[in-house]
């Protein structure tokens, strides 16, 4: 598989994005966010790690501005805390 080549995720409401380059998030996780309200999944957990939070940062400025995100916040604990995000999508 080449460096360009589509990776395949299953569409479940979690994205964990461990596996991904910082640059590739800018496009997966609207993409994400599309394909998951469009089956009818409109609670959805990003795993971004906690490390240094850019990676977060990211995620927290691209669902600001996503206009089908209600809110969003922290994981609870157990739900990964602060290295993941909840995200609540209005439904179609």
Do not use: Q
Request: net charge positive.
């Amino acid at each position: 598989m080449k460096d360009d080549d589509p990776v395949k995720i299953p569409i479940d409401g979690v994205l964990d994005l461990h596996t991904f380059r910082p640059k590739d998030v800018k496009d997966l996780v609207p993409e994400y966010l599309n394909e998951c309200r469009s089956r009818g999944i409109y609670n959805i957990r990003i795993i971004h790690g906690k490390g240094t939070g850019t990676l977060r940062k990211i995620v927290h400025g691209i669902l600001k501005k996503d206009p089908y995100v209600i809110r969003f916040k922290a994981s609870h604990y157990g739900g990964g805390g602060w290295g993941a995000t909840e995200v609540e999508l209005l439904p179609k």
